[in-house]
């Protein structure tokens, strides 16, 4: 139950708690979660008891969806004014009873169910008459007092309290002349400001160290108390807000404290630790943070703790009543709560107040985003994980003003980015671009150096048009672009062309055609992953990407469950490579061009001049006018195709004719009789009598500037001139440098290139 001061009784008893302040229903009762022990409910008020006659039955337990909850309350007013209501059935599980529960039924309104100006329903003490006078024995066996059911017997001077009793309510001896009590061990729970304004509270002999302990109960510190405080050991309950609002920066909490009271330590706290010694059987500590036993509920953050960041554990499913308010240096929150109730928005919302915190990371297993999550809230930092499938309602309404906005999740019908326009970094579903109208995309941020795009559902033409307006704000910023979970077949004509500070591209694995001028003059794109399922390259799509220098084609074989960036073992399905697509990538150094490619358009590579090694595949058929033109510096060329490929006068102009080109063995006579292959020098095998690229059983790959031997095979590695330069089968091996190295196993001999 969350906690309410009663200073002026009468006023608080006429009011009405309005909007719905409930969890669920089950059968006639609404019921509320105990956010400082979510196994349990409390049953709370709602305008269709007012049509309940007889008796009314409170259930021990009650099972909703997938969890059953025990029954420990009935909130203040739950069966207010409820005239038809003539009996009441309280289980034993219950321990809390709010203030006039049952005022106004006629259980309460009739006289002969009160015993000596004092109301019981079975073992639950409900309310006295405020006539009460004297001295008054509580009747033996009873388990409950509810909350004010003493307050305002001004006339009472003592109550004996029978060892049955287990909980106190809030206020229960408020303004009474009680000047000493007792309190039985058997008592666990105790409300807050059970004896204000009596003779015993203002007692200041009664008080130590600032601090009103009854037996071993600790009912209350004073305002002044500060510094550090250690709880008296052997001290079994906390009550209620005993140290709300007091300027304590830590505190030690002992082992045998088996409750500490709801909004014990909150309020405007100053409160930067809190310890709990080990061996304490209901709580723990963790890095100076409260939680209950079981770390499924967050009872107190330190409003003043000095660390930026808190990790909400998997296993937390609610947060106590301003269990997170007011805490000025919390800077960032990883939420990897895995079973989160929902938060409410109601006349007393419970969602927290962590209005400092700016960056909220939530971790990969969180599936729901509870309800009201991070409602109004300004955040410049928003992490949504993949495994994210639901959110209760408004979990992010009124949210805004991210920088980065990471969405990983598929399923989530949400979007924040037009509420956010100066976003930097932006990670997105389909839905996210979906739900913004093609109108709203010019308000959108212009400022984004990163954006990555993932689907879970094959994206078709019109919402690609939506796509490439929104990345076309980014011209002059972008430059990480990462689509490769973007279930997508085409990459359109002009998407990224002029993207001058684009430095990463990662395609869609999915993709078949490169558009038009697509990537063209992204001077800063340094390397280049052609997907396995690319057939065709279109004309100019890579024209003008002056700092490329390398070029992967194909998925990696990753049998063994490393990459590998040799052609010869890569699935790949291109080919066609347009006219002038890698026109002037002047830094590409090696080109080893996959199988399957049967065409290579006019000036495709003019320009490359850094070019030093050349490999073309079996497959490849014609390659266009000026083709490989000004590749001056080209040293070497293997081409695999036991036909002659059909090549142009112009097709190597400004390529040195004295360079070896190396052709399949039995096909050098063939080169030799065409017009053009036969101005260079021909040999029709490879050094050392190397054999064109074929995939063996070894395993062995190259990643990451090494060759990796991990079945230990035994090897012989060569460099292009033939010259041995590793032998053995260590299962790494660091290489002098990059290129195309020959590779000899047991079973075969082929290139690799590094």
């Known amino acids: 139950m969350k906690k309410r001061l009663l200073p002026l009784l009468f006023i608080l008893v006429t009011l009405a708690t309005g909007a719905n302040n409930y969890d669920f229903q089950v059968d006639q009762l609404y019921y509320l979660i105990n956010r400082q022990s979510p196994s349990e409910v409390f049953v709370v008020k709602d305008g269709s008891y007012s049509s309940f006659s007889g008796e009314v039955v409170i259930p021990s337990t009650v099972s909703y969806e997938e969890y059953t909850y025990t029954v420990t309350g009935i909130n203040e007013m739950a069966f207010y004014n409820c005239s038809g209501i003539t009996s009441v059935s309280i289980p034993s599980s219950v321990t809390k009873i709010g203030w006039d529960a049952f005022m106004g039924t006629a259980f309460y309104n009739d006289a002969s169910n009160w015993v000596n100006d004092v109301l019981y329903a079975g073992d639950c003490l409900i309310k006295a008459k405020e006539e009460l006078a004297g001295a008054y024995e509580i009747a033996e066996g009873t388990r409950v007092i509810a909350e004010i059911a003493f307050a305002m017997c001004s006339a009472l001077t003592s109550v004996t309290i029978p060892s049955s009793v287990i909980s106190i309510g809030s206020q229960a001896f408020y303004s009474t002349s009680i000047a000493s009590i007792s309190i039985p061990s058997s008592v666990k729970i105790l409300g807050s400001d059970i004896f204000d304004n009596t003779p015993l509270f203002n007692d200041a002999s009664n008080w130590v160290n600032d601090v009103l302990y009854i037996d071993n109960c600790l009912i209350k510190a004073k305002d002044e108390l500060a510094g550090a405080y250690d709880v008296v050991d052997g001290t079994r309950v906390i009550a209620d807000a005993a140290f709300s609002g007091r300027n304590l920066n830590s505190i030690t909490i002992p082992a045998s404290v088996v409750y500490i009271g709801e909004g014990a330590f909150n309020a405007y706290s100053y409160l930067s630790d809190i310890q709990v010694e080990s061996g304490n059987p209901s709580y723990l500590s963790e890095d100076g943070v409260l939680y209950n036993a079981e770390q499924t509920a967050l009872l107190q953050y330190p409003a003043y703790k000095e660390s930026l960041t808190l990790t909400i554990p998997a296993s937390v499913r609610s947060f106590a009543d301003y269990a997170l308010e007011n805490c000025p240096n919390l800077d960032t929150i990883r939420w990897?709560?895995?079973?989160?109730?929902?938060?409410?928005?109601?006349?007393?919302?419970?969602?927290?107040?962590?209005?400092?915190?700016?960056?909220?990371?939530?971790?990969?297993?969180?599936?729901?985003?509870?309800?009201?999550?991070?409602?109004?809230?300004?955040?410049?930092?928003?992490?949504?994980?993949?495994?994210?499938?639901?959110?209760?309602?408004?979990?992010?309404?009124?949210?805004?003003?991210?920088?980065?906005?990471?969405?990983?999740?598929?399923?989530?019908?949400?979007?924040?980015?037009?509420?956010?326009?100066?976003?930097?970094?932006?990670?997105?579903?389909?839905?996210?671009?979906?739900?913004?109208?093609?109108?709203?995309?010019?308000?959108?941020?212009?400022?984004?150096?990163?954006?990555?795009?993932?689907?879970?559902?094959?994206?078709?033409?019109?919402?690609?048009?939506?796509?490439?307006?929104?990345?076309?704000?980014?011209?002059?910023?972008?430059?990480?672009?990462?689509?490769?979970?973007?279930?997508?077949?085409?990459?359109?004509?002009?998407?990224?062309?002029?993207?001058?500070?684009?430095?990463?591209?990662?395609?869609?694995?999915?993709?078949?055609?490169?558009?038009?001028?697509?990537?063209?003059?992204?001077?800063?794109?340094?390397?280049?992953?052609?997907?396995?399922?690319?057939?065709?390259?279109?004309?100019?799509?890579?024209?003008?990407?002056?700092?490329?220098?390398?070029?992967?084609?194909?998925?990696?074989?990753?049998?063994?469950?490393?990459?590998?960036?040799?052609?010869?073992?890569?699935?790949?399905?291109?080919?066609?490579?347009?006219?002038?697509?890698?026109?002037?990538?002047?830094?590409?150094?090696?080109?080893?061009?996959?199988?399957?490619?049967?065409?290579?358009?006019?000036?495709?590579?003019?320009?490359?001049?850094?070019?030093?090694?050349?490999?073309?595949?079996?497959?490849?058929?014609?390659?266009?006018?000026?083709?490989?033109?000004?590749?001056?510096?080209?040293?070497?060329?293997?081409?695999?195709?036991?036909?002659?490929?059909?090549?142009?006068?112009?097709?190597?102009?400004?390529?040195?004719?004295?360079?070896?080109?190396?052709?399949?063995?039995?096909?050098?006579?063939?080169?030799?009789?065409?017009?053009?292959?036969?101005?260079?020098?021909l040999y029709d095998s490879d050094p050392s009598g190397i054999i064109s690229p074929q995939k063996d059983n070894s395993g062995c790959y190259a990643a990451n500037g090494l060759l990796y031997n991990p079945g230990g095979a035994d090897l012989n590695v060569y460099n292009m001139q033939g010259v041995l330069i590793y032998t053995g089968n260590a299962t790494e091996i660091e290489l002098p440098s990059r290129g195309i190295y020959i590779l000899k196993t047991p079973t075969a001999t082929r290139k690799v290139v590094l």
């Open 336 to 681: 990897n709560a895995v079973n989160f109730i929902d938060f409410r928005e109601t006349s007393n919302p419970d969602f927290p107040n962590w209005k400092y915190a700016f960056h909220f990371i939530m971790g990969e297993g969180v599936e729901h985003i509870p309800a009201y999550l991070l409602y109004g809230k300004q955040l410049n930092t928003l992490v949504i994980p993949s495994t994210a499938t639901s959110m209760g309602v408004d979990a992010f309404e009124g949210c805004y003003g991210m920088s980065v906005y990471e969405n990983y999740s598929d399923e989530l019908r949400t979007s924040l980015i037009l509420q956010s326009p100066y976003l930097e970094r932006l990670v997105c579903s389909a839905y996210d671009i979906s739900l913004i109208q093609i109108d709203d995309i010019p308000s959108c941020s212009r400022y984004l150096e990163s954006f990555t795009f993932h689907s879970s559902h094959i994206i078709l033409g019109p919402f690609w048009e939506k796509v490439f307006s929104f990345i076309q704000l980014q011209q002059n910023t972008l430059n990480y672009f990462d689509m490769e979970k973007g279930l997508t077949t085409e990459f359109p004509e002009r998407s990224l062309c002029g993207f001058t500070k684009l430095e990463t591209v990662k395609l869609p694995n999915t993709l078949e055609y490169i558009g038009y001028r697509a990537l063209e003059d992204c001077r800063m794109l340094k390397e280049i992953t052609i997907p396995a399922s690319v057939t065709e390259i279109d004309d100019c799509a890579f024209e003008e990407c002056r700092s490329l220098s390398t070029i992967h084609f194909g998925d990696p074989d990753t049998s063994d469950g490393e990459a590998n960036s040799d052609p010869a073992t890569s699935s790949c399905a291109l080919q066609r490579i347009g006219n002038w697509a890698f026109y002037n990538c002047c830094l590409l150094q090696e080109l080893v061009l996959p199988e399957g490619v049967t065409e290579i358009g006019e000036a495709a590579f003019y320009g490359c001049s850094q070019l030093e090694e050349l490999v073309l595949p079996s497959s490849l058929q014609t390659i266009g006018d000026n083709g490989f033109a000004a590749c001056s510096n080209l040293k070497r060329i293997i081409v695999n195709a036991a036909i002659p490929p059909t090549i142009e006068a112009k097709t190597f102009y400004e390529v040195d004719r004295s360079i070896h080109v190396y052709v399949p063995e039995g096909s050098l006579e063939a080169y030799k009789a065409d017009a053009y292959w036969s101005e260079f020098r």
